[in-house]
């Protein structure tokens, strides 16, 4: 295998890292951003051919500090913060790891579910000062037994949480673009409903699509206010997905009873208002991420590099851009 050095620039923790440099060839070396300002990153991808990326943005100021770039591989599925228009133009390949992260991500799902329904962080901070209300808890506290738990977007990361709702006795609806086969409902025992059928009935309503044009603040302050009564809103997708001001206005009000937030329209989220509310729950982005599950997202992501290296095709549902032949 020939000598290759593969560019990182998300600020992974050091077992990741020696993850990753388990996982690579021998002849494989790592370029590693000493710090997360742009000149540290590009200072990085010098000498780069590949780039292995989980959550940093690749703009197109940042790939044309990488002449050597030749194949992007993203540690995940989302693609919305690095420039394809760019890559195209330089003849970039670009593959992403579909279904890579959907357990883990799902299982966060649960989680923020879980405590955002039964404000979580306010009781562990209560508990912590040396409150000791039991009642008041009981008073807000929410099951998710015999609730109609709605999934927006169901490809992997849905379907993998419509499973493990199963055992919590929920009734699931789901909306897609593509409706899933008859077949997969019944395996699942969940419903198709329309977007709007699904956010006027569901106690519960979880995000799991891509940033795109189309879904850009799917979650609008319209559509907000169409949502049942009471009802929790959760996000381990894209913070774009929704309108984080009438998000924080409808949890004032109470016409939504809590949120569970991994996602942020501005990442981190300095200032945000959802920040100083106790009907939230938030994490920093963090679904897909346990140690467990990098392992196999990291041998995926080197078992595509070497499909590139060779001209061998990179599995379909992995390969977002073909590299230009002559580029590489």
């Known amino acids: 295998m020939a000598t290759l050095t593969i560019g990182i ?42 780039v292995f990326v989980m959550a940093a943005p690749m703009p197109a100021s940042l790939i044309d500090a990488a002449p050597r770039l030749r194949f992007i591989q993203k540690l995940g599925a989302g693609i919305d913060r690095i420039d394809l228009d760019h890559c195209a133009a330089r003849g970039i390949g670009l593959a992403r790891l579909q ?23 306010l009781l562990d901070r209560q508990t912590r000062a040396g409150g000791w209300d039991k009642e008041t808890a009981r008073g807000v506290s929410r099951q998710i037994n015999g609730k109609t738990v709605g999934i927006v977007g169901f490809g992997a990361i849905g379907q993998a949480v419509s499973k493990l709702l199963t055992g919590f006795g ?36 979880s995000l799991h699509l891509p940033l795109m044009k189309e879904t850009a603040r799917i979650f609008d302050a319209a559509r907000i206010a169409r949502m049942k009564p009471g009802s929790t809103l ?14 924080h206005d409808a949890l004032v009000s109470g016409h939504v009873f809590s949120a569970g937030i991994d996602a942020f329209e501005q990442e981190p989220p300095v200032g945000s ?15 897909g991420g346990t140690i467990d599950n990098f392992k196999p997202v990291v041998e ?27 580029a590489a």
């Not at 620039?9 to 951003?33: C, G, M, N, Q, V």
């Not at 357990?103 to 039964?118: G, K």
């Not at 208002?273 to 679904?287: E, G, I, K, S, Y």
Request: hydrophobic share 40%; aromatic share 4%; net charge negative.
């Open 9 to 50: 620039i998300d600020p992974f923790h050091p077992k990741s890292i020696e993850t990753i440099e388990a996982a690579i060839p021998a002849e494989w070396r790592l370029s590693i951003a000493k710090g997360q300002n742009i000149d540290e990153k590009a200072q990085a991808l010098r000498d780069s051919d590949v």
């Open 99 to 121: 279904a890579g992260n959907s357990i883990p991500v799902a299982e966060h799902t649960l989680l923020l579910m879980l405590a955002a329904c039964r404000r979580l962080p």
């Open 170 to 205: 929920a009734n699931v609806l789901y909306f897609d673009p593509r409706r899933a086969s008859p077949e997969l409902e019944r395996e699942l025992h969940v419903t198709y409903a329309s977007l709007d059928e699904l956010t006027a009935q569901s106690d519960i309503v």
């Open 234 to 247: 959760i996000n381990c997708a894209r913070g774009g997905l929704i309108d984080e001001t009438a998000l």
């Open 273 to 287: 208002p959802l920040l100083r509310l106790d009907q939230t729950v938030v994490t920093p982005h963090t679904a």
């Open 300 to 326: 995926r992501a080197v078992r595509n590099t070497q499909l590139f290296l060779s001209g061998e095709d990179i599995p379909a549902q992995d390969l977002v851009q073909a590299p230009r032949r002559s």
